[in-house]
Structure formats: C-alpha cells, structure tokens
C-alpha cells in the first residue's frame, strides 16, 4: 500500500533562517506531487506541484522554492524565512484523474 | 480564473440533526469533487467524492449531490454525531493535476 511521510512533525525557526521540509512516498511510482500551506483557522492554499522529476510549477510568487530530487521525494525549501511563512505545510501525493489526493501528516512551522 | 465557493464558512448543529454544506464552481469543465474532512491539527482525509456523470453519492451518514447544470454540490450529513465535527472542504477539478478547493466550513456538533 501507498504510504507518505513528511517530517519534522513540527519546526521553530527564527526570522531569516533557512527552511527545508521533506516529503517522500512509498508504494507508487511517479506520482504528482503537492506542497500546500495552511494558514491558522484557513483554507488550502497550493505553493508547489510536480509531475516528474524535475518538474516543478509554482502557483505563488514567494520567497519559498520546490525542488524533486528523485521520484518520490519532495522537497520545500527557503533561504530566508519570514514571519508570513508560519502556517501548517502539507505534502500530498495524488495519480492525477478521479482518485483524490492524500495528505502527509503536515508540518507546523512557527517562525519566530 | 478557476474558482470555487464553500459556505457557510462555519456550521453549528445538535447531535442528531442534518449538516449541509453547499460548494459552487466556476470552471464547467470540472468533472471531479472529492471532499474532504480535517480535524484539529490533522491532515485532510478524503471522505467521498462525486464524478460528473453522477448526481448523487451516499456512504453510510454521508452523501453527496452534483448540480452540473447550476454548478454546485453539496455534502450532506445525516444524524450528526459529536466525531463529525471538524473543518470540512470540497474541491472541484479537471481530471488533471490540480485540486481548486474551497476555503472550509467548521462543523460544530453541540451534544
């Protein structure tokens, strides 16, 4: 069975900090990936996409970047946060058509 | 642009009674609406979903009900239990990569 995990579980940085947020999958090959961020009491908001390897779309101007070293890793990074980057992060895979996505545990990020 | 709409934005019902929450989208090619349920500080989890080639949609307490022509749907839930509250969001999509999802209804259910 398919699988996804994402850590750390939750982050405190500091302003101008760097970031770096993992996210891999198990049981399925190439899978399309997601990064959303979820600010407090809000809705889902998509930052990154991937089809492939490689292939990143970004759907915010941002100081955040994605990147997909391998198939079915997914990384979110910046090289500076800021305090507007504090929010719940979540990693979701999906085979794209009718069969929904499913979310990784999430990532709550507190920036200080 | 693609878009699409949730209310209301926060739902308060006795245990026992009916919960609605309504969804309108904007893009008519959206053939896909899952739904999805988030309890406090988890991860969304799809709880059913609709295709455009079906009105409606039942599992157990929960259905679904697809207008294609008005371009909303709706997640009803039955005979609501205490466990059901949670943030609840719909999304509309193409059978493509992305997910266009609304902005969430928090579900109160009062015992």
């Known amino acids: 069975s398919q699988t996804i995990h994402q850590w750390p579980a939750t982050l405190v940085q500091p302003v101008g900090s760097p970031l770096s947020l993992e996210c891999t999958v198990e049981?399925?090959?190439?899978?399309?990936l997601y990064w959303y961020r979820q600010a407090a009491g809000r809705g889902l908001q998509l930052l990154f996409y991937s089809v492939g390897i490689g292939q990143i779309s970004s759907e915010v101007p941002q100081n955040l970047s994605a990147s997909r070293p391998q198939d079915r890793q997914f990384i979110l990074s910046s090289k500076k946060l800021l305090l507007s980057d504090s929010g719940f992060y979540l990693c979701?895979?999906?085979?794209?058509?009718?069969?929904?996505?499913?979310f990784g545990s999430g990532t709550r990020l507190t920036v200080v | 642009g693609e878009n699409v709409e949730q209310h209301p934005s926060t739902l308060s019902v006795q245990e026992g009674d009916s919960a609605v929450i309504k969804c309108t989208y904007s893009?008519?090619?959206?053939?896909?609406f899952p739904w999805y349920k988030q309890e406090l500080g988890k991860r969304p989890q799809l709880i059913i979903d609709i295709r455009s080639n079906v009105g409606e949609k039942k599992d157990q307490r929960i259905a679904v009900t697809l207008n294609k022509t008005a371009k909303h749907f709706s997640l009803h839930i039955t005979e609501t239990q205490p466990e059901d509250s949670a943030v609840y969001f719909c999304a509309a999509s193409k059978g493509t990569y992305k997910y266009i999802f609304g902005t969430g209804t928090r579900l109160k259910v009062l015992a």
């Open positions: 893009d008519s090619a959206s053939n896909y």
């Open positions: 049981g399925t090959s190439n899978p399309n």
């Open positions: 979701a895979w999906g085979t794209g058509g009718h069969y929904g996505y499913t």
